[in-house]
């Protein structure tokens, strides 16, 4: 037989079961890999990590490989003949991609493989996709056991999530500045997130802008509960949460299509939280106020006479305004290495130059005529106009000619 050539795809469907801590995806691929020395077989290729990347809502391939980078490489590879066998911990990992995944793969007469499925493999040399119906079998009663399990937490899901908001407990994923203990538990403060989530609403309260206090929130070195930089949208999601002032809240934004789309207030679930706050509702006001007043700044639309005037000095584009309280000028490119100026210290600067300017043109000698040039000037126009006047109330035109004689 000959020796088969193995590729490992394993995969999480969100961020927070890719992290370093979680233990999923490494747990796969050493399944995967015990399945393969079982099968005397090779690693040709990479494993192929799906960490984050949701499979599920897709009716086309090409759509899938585009937007799940991993999974489109791990087909790739198979049209170029990499390897013979796509191994994973459990067909579930291909979501909703199972079948289309398995059609294309039938065309390529490559083979895929459940670490955790029993049967045997073909020779690569001698393999019918055609000969058996054991991986369509096989995917088909996983795909049955799978839509059970979802639609059981979806279940629990609607009634004990709002339950949960309503009796004071986070009710899903623990806010970043603490940590969960138990279900049953209100969430425990995790210390050093805890100061940095303060610090950040003394920035926010300071009148930063959302850009200033993500990079100040990266120097910390303290990573965000989601990525690995701090955003302006993490930003103000983390300071308009109302868990920090205590309330449990459910119900505050739903996801459509994929985008997090904010519900009123008057739909919202809320509890009052049985965990230690980090600051009081009063300070909490004041937030809801410092934002509503960034809001109206931006749907004011304030003019800034300089915003698209200047030129940074280094890749020579346009620089416009930023931020709220704090104003400043910056091109497209991030402040640290191209241009970036308060708009106050720029206004200075340019008015300077303008001052400048006309001190050296005053100081310049002009040529003027003497005003009673001018005076003489205007009386000429003046009695030239009396004579075409008249002239026209005798019925007589004067041409342009005529008329300065």
């Known amino acids: 037989m000959t020796k088969i050539r193995f590729a490992i795809l394993a995969g999480v469907s969100t961020e927070i079961q890719a992290r370093e801590e979680k233990q999923s995806i490494p747990n796969q691929i050493k399944v995967c890999r015990d399945r393969i020395r079982q099968h005397d077989g090779i690693e040709t ?13 897709y009716d086309s391939l090409e759509v899938a490989m ?8 791990a087909i790739r590879a198979a049209h170029d003949n990499q390897y013979d066998v796509l191994i994973m911990d459990n067909f579930d990992r291909l979501g909703d991609l199972g079948f289309i995944v398995k059609t294309r793969f039938k065309k390529l007469r ?17 393999y019918d996709p055609y000969a058996s119906e054991e991986t369509e079998m096989a995917m088909f009663a996983q795909q049955i056991i799978q839509t059970y399990r979802i639609n059981k937490l979806r279940r629990g899901w609607n009634i004990g999530v709002p339950d949960r908001a309503e009796s ?20 425990q403060q995790v210390p050093h997130e805890c100061e940095l989530v303060i610090q950040i609403k003394d920035w926010y309260l300071q009148g930063r802008t959302l850009i200033d206090i993500a990079r100040l929130a990266d120097v910390t070195g303290i990573k965000p509960p989601r990525g690995k930089n701090w955003t302006r949208n993490g930003i103000k999601r983390l300071v308009l ?33 049985k965990h230690k706050p980090l600051w009081d509702q009063k300070t909490y006001n004041a937030i809801l106020a410092e934002n509503e007043r960034r809001d109206s700044l931006r749907a004011r639309g304030d003019t800034y ?4 005037v200047l ?25 640290d290495s191209h241009i ?66």
């Open 305 to 308: 006479a300089l915003t698209g």
């Open 311 to 335: 030129q940074c000095s280094v890749c020579k584009t346009a620089i416009h305004r930023h931020g709220s309280k704090w104003v400043y000028l910056s091109c497209r490119h991030e402040p």
């Open 45 to 57: 290729v990479e494993p192929y990590i799906m960490d984050g990347y949701t499979r599920t809502g």
């Open 241 to 273: 949460n109302p868990f920090y002032a205590g309330a449990t809240i459910f119900g505050r934004y739903r996801t459509i299509n994929g985008k997090r789309i904010p519900q009123p207030p008057s739909t919202w679930i809320r509890g009052k939280g």
């Open 340 to 405: 970036s100026i308060r708009y106050e210290a720029a206004l200075a600067i340019v008015a300077d130059a303008v001052v400048l300017a006309l001190k050296n043109y005053r100081d310049k000698p002009v040529k003027t005529d003497p005003a009673e040039k001018y005076e003489q000037r205007i009386e000429e126009q003046r009695l030239m106009r009396k004579r075409v006047q008249d002239a026209f109330e005798r019925g007589k035109v004067y041409t342009e000619e005529e008329a300065h004689k």
């Open 168 to 187: 004071g407990l986070h009710p899903l994923s623990v806010p970043f500045g603490y940590k969960s203990i138990s279900r049953s538990e209100p969430a």
């Open 110 to 126: 490559k083979q895929l493989f459940s670490a955790r499925q029993s049967g045997k493999l073909s020779d690569p040399a001698q």
């Open 66 to 73: 585009q937007e799940i980078p991993p999974l489109g490489a």
